[in-house]
């Protein structure tokens, strides 16, 4: 581990800026300009100081969450209000990061929805339904959540659960192309907002806990057509390698036929750098042990490359740059660049923290590592009692909510949680915290521990502010510097997505969509993620303003019982094997774990609160986990054998049976422990 002395951050200054601003236009962007969407290379450099628009994921290409807006700011906070609400038809809530130019918002919902939005008022511009194929996929959970769009010449892109990339029409939301992602899109499909950047669209998509063999892939952005593909774990050793990085990659693999457990996905954040011209992004772990379904007999090992891995690749090629190992089971998420002076030298790096909680600085350049320490090491002094007789220290983790580099504290904000019940588990009886970071003492400068463990991505501001929403609904400001809040408003929905602030005619907004969108409240405790309101509150676009005066438009939530189930008819030993059926079919990866759900039985998009279960669907239970009777919203039928990739043996009635019973043995806990 690399340490060093309190140095300065730097910034890329204004000048450094336009120049390569002006060498881009002169080079790639002697294009005619659009009306709507306009977005280029030379644009998002040049604009990046003013801070007007949203153009890119981040709001510039080191994905820094970062806005040099002022005219909100620490002293005046307080007089935030609200400028406008909008509610949008997501029933699984939002998890998007909207993108705003030249005053239209262009955010994405549940089901692969697009909209675009005016920024002053609120008004819907357009929409378009991609209408996405739950019936062609094998784990439809990929459609249901969409974390939103890159913007670039004229054209909205996004990528869609069924695996295709569309390219719309800024102006009209006309359907100009749609081009497939994945080569099988039955496995899986994206849910990430792909990533612009020379003349490419960038995306990956999920599917390493269920055998998918991950990859980048880059799509031309005018015409639609596969650029390149970059896989990022070897196939087939018989067969050629796709490129030679691979073959290094397939010496770190052994075990029984290693190259079917697939991994390494990119189905987060991706980031595009002008400066080296490489794409950086993080991989998943390889496919977990537990979950090899009917593949458990296999036992593979080594270091699996480039499973959990920080990849850069050459932006016009897809050629092989570097890799960095954060850890063989971790996923890896947000890829922050930025300029940093250390003892003088500037240097070009990567800052990221995997799931595993530990934050990490790279060279851009080479990926040499700088430094990494343990984020859990800034409240160790924090012990919590985890028995009478001895206490723990909370293990610290990241998910995929963005952080946050602000260039004038030079701290990083980052949105973790505490796992405190089970410090190596995965958000067992987990908190949140938020944590100001600096990279260079490698240490906190503050922390706020926070009731849920599931949270909102972060904003900072040039009027030392930071912005994040909470699962509890309420959206805050803080103190950039002190950490002290400043500013609070309770908005009735658990909050999943990313804040983003813009400038529409003088006056500056700061946007948070809001809806239970995590994607982790199908595989996940619930609980932890939201209250048993705000888990049933509206999806919104709400816009704040200095000054704002439209009434809060508070939601009447109205908390469900849990209906009578049917009576429990099975003995334990049935019960028990239908919770083995649950596990073995990979149940939990649609819905959770103890069905924790959302707290109601709720179609037309999204997946039930099995604890729910009406008496019609009882009745059908057997053709639709067997026959595939509901396909079409996305559930598969297990008896022919077209389950999840890692499951190929049919689901037997006797199986069904049981899962029958342990579902109805669920509910009945739920029912006796209803308020």
């Known amino acids: 581990m690399n340490r060093w002395k309190a140095a300065a951050l730097t910034t890329t200054p204004i000048a450094v800026l336009t120049a390569m601003a002006v060498a881009i236009a002169a080079s790639t962007d002697e294009q005619p300009a659009v009306k709507a969407g306009n977005v280029t290379e030379a644009r998002v450099i040049a604009e990046a100081p003013r801070g007007r628009n949203w153009p890119v994921l981040g709001g510039n290409f080191g994905s820094q969450h970062y806005s040099p807006l002022k005219q909100i700011n620490d002293k005046n906070v307080h007089e935030l209000g609200l400028a406008w609400a909008l509610d949008i038809d997501s029933p699984m809530g939002l998890a998007t990061e909207p993108i705003v130019v030249d005053g239209t918002i262009y955010a994405t919902a549940s089901m692969d929805r697009v909209y675009a939005v005016d920024a002053a008022s609120g008004r819907v511009l357009w929409q378009f339904d991609p209408h996405v194929r739950l019936s062609v996929m094998r784990n439809s959970w990929a459609a249901r959540t969409n974390r939103g769009v890159a913007v670039w010449r004229g054209k909205v892109y996004f990528g869609t659960g069924d695996c295709r990339m569309f390219a719309l029409d800024a102006a009209t939301g006309r359907k100009l192309w749609d081009s497939p992602v994945c080569v099988d899109s039955t496995q899986t499909g994206s849910t990430g907002a792909p990533t612009i950047g020379d003349g490419k669209v960038y995306i990956g998509y999920n599917g390493s806990d269920t055998g998918v063999r991950g990859s980048l892939v880059a799509i031309d952005?005018?015409?639609?057509?596969?650029?390149?593909?970059?896989?990022?774990?070897?196939?087939?050793?018989?067969?050629?390698?796709?490129?030679?990085?691979?073959?290094?990659?397939?010496?770190?693999?052994?075990?029984?036929?290693?190259?079917?457990?697939?991994?390494?996905?990119?189905?987060?954040?991706?980031?595009?750098?002008?400066?080296?011209?490489?794409?950086?992004?993080?991989?998943?772990?390889?496919?977990?042990?537990?979950?090899?379904?009917?593949?458990?007999?296999?036992?593979?090992?080594?270091?699996?490359?480039?499973?959990?891995?920080?990849?850069?690749?050459?932006?016009?090629?897809?050629?092989?740059?570097w890799h960095y190992q954060t850890n063989i089971r971790t996923e890896n998420f947000h890829v922050l660049v930025t300029d940093v002076t250390i003892h003088g030298t500037r240097r070009h790096v990567v800052m990221t923290v995997p799931?595993?909680?530990?934050?990490?600085?790279?060279?851009?350049?080479?990926?040499?590592?700088?430094?990494?320490?343990?984020?859990?090491?800034?409240?160790?002094?924090?012990?919590?009692?985890?028995?009478?007789?001895?206490?723990?220290?909370?293990?610290?983790?990241?998910?995929?909510?963005p952080m946050s580099y602000n260039p004038i504290t030079h701290l990083v904000y980052i949105p973790t949680y505490d796992d405190v019940g089970r410090p190596n588990g995965y958000q067992n009886q987990a908190t949140g915290r938020l944590i100001a970071w600096d990279p260079l003492t490698e240490s906190a400068r503050w922390t706020i521990p926070q009731p849920l463990s599931t949270n909102s991505g972060v904003l900072s501001t040039a009027g030392n502010l930071v912005f994040q929403g909470q699962g509890t609904g309420e959206f805050d400001a803080y103190a950039a510097d002190r950490g002290e809040k400043l500013w609070s408003i309770k908005t009735?929905?658990?909050?999943?997505?990313?804040?983003?602030?813009?400038?529409?005619?003088?006056?500056?907004?700061?946007?948070?969509?809001?809806?239970?969108?995590?994607?982790?409240?199908?595989?996940?405790?619930?609980?932890?993620?939201?209250?048993?309101?705000?888990?049933?509150?509206?999806s919104r676009l709400l816009a704040f303003k200095l000054g704002g005066t439209m009434p809060f438009p508070y939601p009447h939530v109205i908390i469900p019982p849990v209906p009578r189930p049917p009576d429990q008819t099975a003995d334990a030993a049935t019960i028990k094997r239908g919770q083995e059926v649950y596990g073995k079919f990979i149940c939990g990866?649609?819905?959770?774990?103890?069905a924790d759900g959302s707290g109601q039985w709720k179609l037309n998009g999204?997946?039930?609160?099995?604890?729910?279960?009406?008496?019609?669907?009882?009745?059908?239970?057997?053709?639709?986990?067997?026959?595939?009777?509901?396909?079409?919203?996305?559930?598969?039928?297990?008896?022919?054998?077209?389950?999840?990739?890692?499951?190929?043996?049919?689901?037997?009635?006797?199986?069904?049976?049981?899962?029958?019973?342990?579902?109805?043995?669920?509910?009945?806990?739920?029912?006796?422990?209803?308020p």
């Not at 457990?261 to 991706?270: F, L, R, Y």
């Open 589 to 594: 990866d649609c819905h959770s774990p103890g």
């Open 606 to 674: 999204t997946i039930p609160d099995l604890r729910y279960m009406p008496a019609d669907v009882h009745d059908q239970f057997l053709a639709i986990v067997l026959a595939g009777t509901h396909r079409q919203n996305g559930m598969p039928g297990f008896g022919d054998g077209a389950g999840f990739p890692l499951i190929t043996t049919k689901m037997s009635a006797d199986d069904a049976v049981a899962l029958h019973a342990y579902i109805v043995d669920l509910e009945w806990k739920a029912f006796k422990n209803n």
């Open 221 to 321: 952005a005018t015409t639609g057509k596969l650029a390149w593909r970059f896989w990022n774990v070897p196939g087939d050793p018989s067969k050629p390698f796709e490129n030679p990085a691979l073959e290094m990659a397939a010496k770190t693999w052994s075990g029984d036929h290693w190259w079917e457990v697939g991994g390494g996905d990119v189905w987060d954040s991706i980031t595009y750098d002008p400066t080296t011209k490489y794409v950086i992004y993080g991989t998943a772990g390889a496919t977990p042990e537990e979950l090899y379904g009917d593949r458990a007999h296999m036992k593979v090992s080594g270091p699996r490359l480039f499973a959990g891995c920080i990849v850069a690749v050459k932006a016009d090629t897809g050629e092989y740059a």
């Open 492 to 538: 009735g929905s658990a909050i999943d997505s990313v804040p983003v602030t813009y400038v529409v005619g003088n006056d500056q907004y700061v946007l948070m969509p809001v809806g239970l969108g995590s994607a982790s409240r199908m595989f996940g405790p619930v609980s932890t993620m939201a209250t048993p309101e705000s888990r049933l509150g509206p």
């Open 355 to 401: 799931r595993n909680g530990t934050f990490f600085m790279l060279d851009a350049k080479s990926g040499e590592l700088i430094s990494e320490r343990d984020l859990a090491t800034a409240h160790a002094a924090e012990l919590t009692p985890v028995s009478t007789n001895a206490v723990q220290r909370p293990r610290s983790g990241h998910n995929w909510w």
